[in-house]
């Protein structure tokens, strides 16, 4: 397998001899307003550019959307990718916002979606604290991982937009990956904290998957990401985590 960070949580997944596009946030930088009630709230979104071709980004057999929230499904992803590729989604919600942009070829993810020998199994989190949900739990909405599985592969778990929670733990119990992929920018609502996860949150990751590869995405891209790579990896190495945690830049790959 292959896992190239193209930008925020937007990856490009070779597994299987299938290649996919997870959570395309394809605008050029600057294009958005800063989330409102969010940290830093005066930088505009994305932060920074892609560094990935466009042509590369759009070379996939088919795209995998966890939740539609701007910095993972936005404008320029709609007008980008062809109307007919198959787009992997959540639920019904999604699938029908997807089909409402034009897209003709939309499954809904389960525990056991097949996609030429590729076994793709939705798994639950949660974008925040029970505390967040209850302040603004339509803002943050339902989300999820998916889990990778062939039988010629590495099994990866992709975990989504969700902070360290008892979902989490029971993902990593059931399905024991071997590479886990976090979305651990740790960005930030005012008031109501983390909506994803930061240090801390790997660090308890790195303790429950002993063995895995833990692999950090949705880093310094968006306004309202507080940890940066540079935090970390820093934190990783005072943690003795180096060897099972990559932080890799944009445009970087890491194979398995």
């Known amino acids: 397998m292959k896992i190239t960070q193209v930008r925020n949580a937007t990856l490009r997944i070779d597994f299987g001899g299938k290649r996919f596009l997870v959570d395309p946030y394809l605008a050029v930088k600057g294009a958005y ?51 007919g590729m198959l787009v992997l989604v959540q639920n019904e919600m999604d699938a029908a916002a997807i089909q409402a942009a034009g897209f003709s070829n939309t499954r809904i993810l389960t525990d056991n979606t097949t996609f030429d020998g590729i076994t793709l199994i ?33 099994t990866i778990y992709l975990a ?28 930030q609502i005012i008031g109501l904290g983390s909506i994803i996860m930061g240090k801390e949150d790997v660090y308890k990751v790195h303790r429950a ?21 540079r935090e970390l990896r820093e934190f990783i190495a005072e943690k003795g985590m180096t060897p099972r945690v990559l932080v890799p830049d944009d445009g970087e790959a890491v194979s398995f």
């Open 33 to 83: 307003p800063a989330l409102p009630g969010t940290a830093s709230g005066d930088r505009r979104n994305p932060l920074v550019e892609l560094t990935v071709p466009m042509s590369e980004i759009l070379d996939v057999d088919a795209v995998i959307v966890t939740h539609t929230h701007l910095d993972h499904w936005d404008e320029a992803a709609k007008n980008l990718i062809p109307k």
């Open 122 to 154: 939705k798994t639950p989190g949660r974008h925040g604290s029970d505390e967040a949900y209850a302040a603004i739990r339509d803002r943050l909405g339902e989300v999820c991982g998916v889990v990778f599985r062939h039988l010629d592969e590495k």
């Open 209 to 229: 998957a002993l063995g895995a590869i833990l692999v950090a995405s949705h880093m310094e891209a968006v306004n309202h990401g507080m940890l940066s790579r």
């Open 160 to 187: 989504g937009d969700t902070i360290w929670n008892g979902y989490v733990e029971d993902n990593l119990r059931t399905h024991k990956p071997d590479v886990i992929v976090l979305n651990c920018g740790d960005a």
